[in-house]
């Protein structure tokens, strides 16, 4: 057969060979060379459909041809890679026009060790010298989405270039790592859940990268490849369970849209059995099982967004603009997946840019919508503790006031025990504290303190004559006439015993005590208390003591002396004062 040839020409050292690969798929899937060989014999090889060649999930047996000749070129270490790592089955046939047939079998089925080059993507090294012609048989048997993106690179720019690719994935893992990191920081110490699904989609989201990319199987798993295939549907099933989490609980779906909640739920639980069911079903099933749902979780994911957004509820907004670079990621990718849209650059890398910036702007998100929470639990605590204060301060209020009654009524109840109940001063118990204390105060003071003992005259005969009521008023009126009289700061009047009253003078002198005991006892005589026949007319006897601060017990030698005097008073006729230690003036 006349197959269109690649010519490899000084100065080109990276070749696309779009037009010189054909494809034959076999559907037995044990096809060989010799069949391969003899299909292409009778033109059975056809010209690529798309480039870079991409089949979806098809089946059989894809066998590639590439002629290749080395017109002028100066290099001959050539490689050929085929730049996308989950090819199953990966075998290249080297046929000289000798009908030597060289073979290097790759595939991620196999330990990494086999590989001929130590790479992530299947490479496999090309002697071209110079004017010779190669041609080469690529047979591909996966169970992954056929994708056979080829490429032709001299070693020498193969290495240059590689570099250069290996930085950005560096960077996006980098990235990858530092969000993870940094959202499992924040997680532990804010315990918000939405955080422990970030990091669960981060996490697998970038482990399930690193499958795509052959990395995890080249730096992780080398020698178990089945594990890789399992890790990756592992992955992108747990991205999307956390997602699905994550959604729910970032936009507060349960709250806010609650029918849309359920929907939620459902997804979920499928989700879940997806993932559950990953372990058991073939890696084909599996893998167009998640690759489908992507698109039902994107498009829940979104419609729940614009949902909330629209209610007013602003991080839904960032979420949006988060997810949609990276949707537009996935849907790109799902879409090679199903040989719906061509490999390029942005298709091949557009998931990883997307899902960097989604995740850097998720971080953001979830940092405002924390923001947001924490300014409501503010506002909520300031409410209750401004209700608090309001409602301390009327408690305190309360408190205050019937505190002050009740300190009114104590001192009412101290004054009223203090008191004589008849006459209204004060009575023989206060007199008993009070009179002891006066004399101390005098004693420390060097100050005089007088004593007036004062006895109504002929007060049974009153009573007598009377009646005991009339007793009782004339008390009353005797003690009023006191009390108006005894004024000062110091001095007080208390009833001493049934008739007779006592007044302290503190700091009075005798001369002055004198003159006070004479004024009361004029004023007394000047009332008339009304009698049922006649106004009856009343009498005092005074007698007058002044404190002795050397007599040994100053109090009862005080009290005795003006007993004395008062003694003196009555004996001598009443109705005068008797000063004590002075001849009773007659
Ligand atoms: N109405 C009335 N009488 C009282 C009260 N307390 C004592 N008395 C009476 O006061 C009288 C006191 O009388 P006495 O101590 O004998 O002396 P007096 O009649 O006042 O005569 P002199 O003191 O010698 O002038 C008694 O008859 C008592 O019953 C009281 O609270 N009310």
Known sequence: AVAPVEALRAGSDDVAPRFSTSYWVDQNPDSTLDAARAAFATDAFQPLPRWPATFGFADGVHWFHLRVQNVDHPERDWLLVVEYALLDHLDLYTVTPEGEVQVFESGDRMPFANRAVDHRHFTFPLDLPGHSTRDYFLRVRTESSVQVPLALKTRVYFLDHA????????????????????????????????????????????????????????????????????????????????????TRDFLELPRRVPRLDQIMRIAIWVETSILAASFVLSYRHAISLETASVFAVAAICVLAAIIVWRQGYRPAFHYLLAWSFMLAGIVVYASVSFGLLKK?????????????????????ALAYRFQLIR????????????????????????????????????????????????????????????????????????????????????????????????????????????????????????????????VILPGASLDVARARAESLRRAVAQIRVP??????????????????????????????????????????????????????FE
């Open 163 to 246: 570099q250069r690719g290996d930085m950005g994935l560096g960077v996006y893992y980098g990235v990858i790592i530092a969000m993870f990191l940094y959202s499992l920081l924040l997680y532990i110490s804010i315990r918000d859940r939405s955080f422990l699904w970030y990091i669960t989609y981060v996490g697998a989201f970038g482990l399930g990268q690193s499958c795509l990319n052959g990395l995890s199987f080249q730096l992780l798993l080398p020698n178990w490849p089945i594990l890789d295939d399992q890790l990756l549907l592992f992955t992108i099933g747990l991205a999307l369970v956390a997602m699905l989490l994550f």
């Open 531 to 584: 009698g049922d026949k006649a106004p009856i007319a009343l009498t005092i006897s005074v007698g007058v003591a002044s404190l002795n601060r050397d007599a040994r017990q100053a109090t009862d030698d005080l009290l005795k002396r003006a007993d004395q005097a008062l003694y003196t008073a009555k004996q001598h006729g009443r109705n005068r004062v008797v000063v004590d230690g002075v001849a009773p």
């Open 375 to 502: 300014e409501e639990n503010e506002a909520l605590q300031r409410e209750v503790a401004e209700r608090l204060e309001i409602r301390v301060n009327e408690r305190t209020a309360e408190l205050n006031s019937a505190l002050g009654e009740l300190r009114v009524a104590n001192r009412r109840l101290q004054e009223y025990s203090l008191r004589d109940g008849l006459t209204n001063v004060h009575n023989r118990r206060y007199l008993d504290e009070a009179l002891p204390r006066a004399v101390s105060v005098a004693i420390q003071r060097q100050e005089p303190l007088c004593l007036l003992l004062i006895d109504i005259d002929h007060f049974k005969t009153i009573n007598d004559s009377y009646g005991h009521l009339a007793g009782d008023d004339c008390l009353r009126d005797v003690a009023d006439v006191l009390r108006q009289q005894v004024r000062e700061a110091d001095d007080f009047v208390a009833r001493y015993g049934g008739e007779e009253f006592v």
């Open 344 to 364: 390029t650059f942005i298709t091949e890398y557009g998931i990883q840019i997307g899902s960097c910036i989604e995740m850097i702007l998720l971080s953001f």
